[in-house]
């Protein structure tokens, strides 16, 4: 318990105190899991990055509390933000995957580009996976 009853972070607390003091590694470390898991927020949108900001926010967080009752309240902003980062992040990867393989134009967008780089289209590419042709349903 703290010098005003209860557990709560206070300005003149030990537990406040404790949770701003940047020479304990568990503070700086649930800090970092705070900026990764916010940057992992917009990064989501640019292509895995904010899957993987999202991950290591989550795991840093979770290594910041180290033999701690609680989590540190950087860590669990950390936590929630990471989490987010993730979770949009792999709802933009499924519906640019849906968009893909669902919308006619995006198709032939996506055929001409892997022509010209890998001198097979898509559709052959996506033919050859799966072992029957594949097309679009506006087809």
Known sequence: MSDNGDDKYYYNNYNYNQAHNDLDQHVNLATVAM???LLSVPFCFFGYIGIVLGGIAIV???LSKGTAAKFLPQAKKG???GALGVIIGYAVVISSIHMLLTNPEMRQQMNQISQQLYGVSFDETLEELTGSPVTPEGN
């Open 60 to 62: 840093m967080a979770i």
């Open 79 to 81: 936590i929630a933000y």
């Open 35 to 37: 900026v990764a898991g």
